[in-house]
Each structure stands twice: as C-alpha cells, then as structure tokens.
C-alpha cells in the first residue's frame, strides 16, 4: 500500500517537470500527507489526556520536516548530539525532547543537559553516577528480556543491547531517586515496522504492570510511559496496515484501568519515526543504462547510498514507472545504482513496465530511514531532499552533496606526534 492517492495525484502530474528543474536523483516528501497522518495519530489517542508524540529525528532528520511535526505539536527523539542540535534548531526545549542513547558518553550527557536541558532516559543502570546533575524527571529505558519475544528488526530483547534488565529496574529508580530524582518516566522500544497493533498494545501493558510494581516497590508514581517507535508500514501492495484505531482504543482502555486502580494515569508518550515519514517520501531516479546478460539490469542514477533498506534488511520498495502503468508490467528486472556491491540494487527480479533509457522511477517509502541512512563508500555523493508542500509547490529543503563536502574532512592543519 506504498503512497497514497493523493500523493500521487499531486505529484505524478507535474514530476517530469520538477525532474526536469531539479535534477535526478532526490527524494521528495509530502507534506499533506505528514501532517494527514499526523493528524491520525492524535484522534486515535484522543481520549488519553495527556498523549504526546515525540518524532524520531533519525527517521528523517531535515530541519524542514522537524518544523511540521513541532507545528503539530510533537517533540523529538533524539539519540545524538546532532539531534539535539537540529531539534533545538527548530526551538525545541526541555520537555520537547526525549533523549534516548546507548552506550552514552559525557559528551552526550553534557549536551542533554545543556540549553535548557531534555527528558533524559537512561538506557543503564551504571549510567547512573555519570549523569553529570541528575534532572528531576528521569526516565529508564526497561527491557523486558526473556518476558517479551522481540521482532525481526530490533531481534529478541535477551540478545539486544538496549534498555535496563528486568532484575535491575527497581535498583535504578532506587538510586535515581537518591541522586535526587523527584519524578520518573519509564521507556521501552521492542519491535520495529511492526504491523501487528496487538504487540503495541501489549507493550503499553507491560509498561503499565511494571510501573504499578515499581510504585509498590519504589514508592514513586509515574509522569509517563513511553511506548517507543515501530510501528510498521506496509512496504509490499496488499499488506493490511496497521490498524491504528484499534491500538488507540485498546492502549485508552489500559490507561481507563490504570486510572481507576490508581487515581491517576500517566501521559503516553510514543516515538514513532517510520509511521509519521515512511510512506510520503519518494525517492526519485532516472533510467540511464539497460544491461541484458543473464539478467535484465535497469541502470538508474541513485544507489544504495540513498536507500540502502533493501541492501541491509532485503526490504521491498514498490516502483512505478512515470507514464507506464501497472498493466505493463511484462519484465522481470533487476534496478540497480552504481556502487560496486552487488547488494546495490533497489529491486531484484521485479515485473516491471519495459524501460528504456530517460524513463523515470518512483521508489516508494522512502520517507524514513531512507536519505537518513545515507553514506559516503564508493565516494558516492547523497542525494538533493524536496518538499511538496500543501499548495503543490515545491521547495528544495537539502541540496546534493558536492565533491568539496566529500574532501572536506581532507581540509585540515597537519598534526604529528613525536616520540
Ligand atoms: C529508531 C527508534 C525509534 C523510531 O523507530 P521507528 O521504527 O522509525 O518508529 C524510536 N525510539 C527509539 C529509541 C529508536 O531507537
């Protein structure tokens, strides 16, 4: 169920000519379509009182995109120094950001605590005594391990490196709260691209339990639990999507019973990145070499550098063809870029329209986690960003990298050391 109707009705129309004006390759978001599902999101949490939705900034980390989600009032997720600094770029402050690392540094926790500071999570219980001031509010990211089974991106909770064990939790609000802690979240993020609305639903239980054992435990309330990120989208044409109204009704039903055998419910919060972009981005490529050996290679002119999911995780991306509708699709191709990996290929043995040289390529959801995870191998140069806003222009909100951006780590004054 890659892009919406209505995404494609304002795009496709007017796409050669933006391709023409700006060049291929480029990614190019849709700004109706965030702010639709932006919109989605918050009716389906309606009923929490105090429901917040704090963007992943690595899924689509562009100053422009950062600005439409905090004029829809959402925070931000940060997990780098960069992150901060791009979401206090677009005025985020204090409790606006989320800062979630792992395997944080003093740098980074210098950097949390400056400009106003974060909503700081703490992703280990050692983490503690190296906090440099312990803030009020403090948040632990919990994981569940043999409790919760995991899903295939993030891999099972015993096995993945984040969050604080089961064991552990009680000790850390304990000695949170002795370095002068007075108010608590608690954090957890187990599944990613997950289209199942019952496993978030399950984690909003087990956050929920665990924060009533850790009340009788501890003897703290709860600010707010934080669900995390992953929800999924459908990558593949015919994969149900998730249900969201169904998670928005059952997680409000959890927080109901919380309240009435507690007195009080904390905020949801939830760090969707994939759920808010994915789906209204395009990456956008020309045709440029047809290669016949013992397959159909399509040559385009964007590599792996600016999507590299199918490469790392063998995700499907759906592709159209400009002008050449599905019911063409007579070829089996494979549609490549040109780095020297044979892995560089956004499509393998794909029924597409016959291609020639000039046609051009729509890779959809490439909104998160896409330009995002670019790199520099091959000396590949990432590619522009584009924004079609609501009114149908189009606006240029991250240029190509050059040459002179690859070298300029080469500029530098020359440094020896003795002995
Ligand atoms: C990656 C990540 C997210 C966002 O994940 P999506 O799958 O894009 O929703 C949220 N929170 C944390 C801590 C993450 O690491």
Request: negative net charge; contains cysteine.
């Amino acid at each position: 169920m890659p892009m919406s109707q209505s995404f494609k009705d304002c795009l496709f129309p007017n796409l050669s000519e933006i391709a023409e004006y700006y060049g291929t390759p480029f990614h190019i978001y849709d700004e109706a379509g965030i702010r639709e599902t932006g919109r989605r999101l918050q009716a389906a949490f309606a009923h929490i009182p105090e429901f917040r939705e704090y963007y992943a900034v690595k899924a689509l980390p562009n100053p422009k995109i950062l600005e439409i989600m905090r004029s829809m009032g959402f925070g931000f997720d940060c997990s780098s120094v960069t992150e901060l600094v791009l979401s206090r770029g677009v005025g985020a402050r204090g409790d606006d950001i989320m800062f979630t690392s792992n395997n944080t540094s003093r740098e980074e926790f210098l950097a949390a605590e400056a400009e106003g500071g974060c909503i700081l999570n703490l992703d280990d219980i050692s983490l503690i005594p190296k906090v440099p001031e312990m803030p009020e509010l403090i948040s632990f990211r919990y994981n569940p391990g043999p409790r919760r089974i995991g899903n295939g991106i993030i891999g099972n909770p015993v096995e993945a490196k984040y969050g604080v064990s089961h064991d552990q939790i009680a000790l850390a609000y304990r000695q949170a709260k002795a370095r002068g802690a007075r108010h608590f979240g608690l954090h957890t993020m187990l599944a990613s691209n997950e289209l199942n609305y019952a496993y978030m639903v399950q984690t909003a239980r087990t956050l929920l339990e665990l924060a009533e054992q850790l009340q009788d435990q501890v003897g703290i309330t709860f600010r707010f639990i934080n669900i995390g990120g992953g929800l999924g989208i459908p990558y593949e044409p015919g994969v149900a999507p998730l249900d969201l109204d169904a998670l928005g009704r059952e997680i409000t039903e959890l927080f109901l019973a919380f309240n009435r055998r507690n007195g009080y419910a904390p905020a949801l919060f939830m760090e969707s990145g994939r759920y808010m972009t994915g789906p209204h981005g395009v990456l956008v490529v020309k045709a440029i070499n047809r290669k016949e050996i013992y397959r159909t290679y399509i040559g385009v002119d964007g590599c792996m550098n600016a999507l590299m999911r199918p490469a790392l995780y063998n995700a499907y991306h759906h592709i159209e063809v400009l002008g050449k509708g599905p019911e063409q699709r007579s070829e089996i191709v494979d549609v490549v870029g040109s780095l020297c990996e044979n892995n560089d290929k956004f499509a393998i043995q794909r029924p597409l329209p016959p291609l020639e040289d000039n046609d051009i390529l729509i890779i959809e959801d490439s909104g998160a986690h896409g330009h995002a995870m670019g790199f520099n191998y091959n000396g590949r140069l990432r590619p522009k960003e584009l924004l079609l806003r609501a009114d149908g222009s189009v606006d240029l909100i991250r240029r190509a990298e050059t040459a002179e951006d690859y070298f300029a780590t080469l500029d530098f004054v020359p440094r020896t050391l003795h002995f």
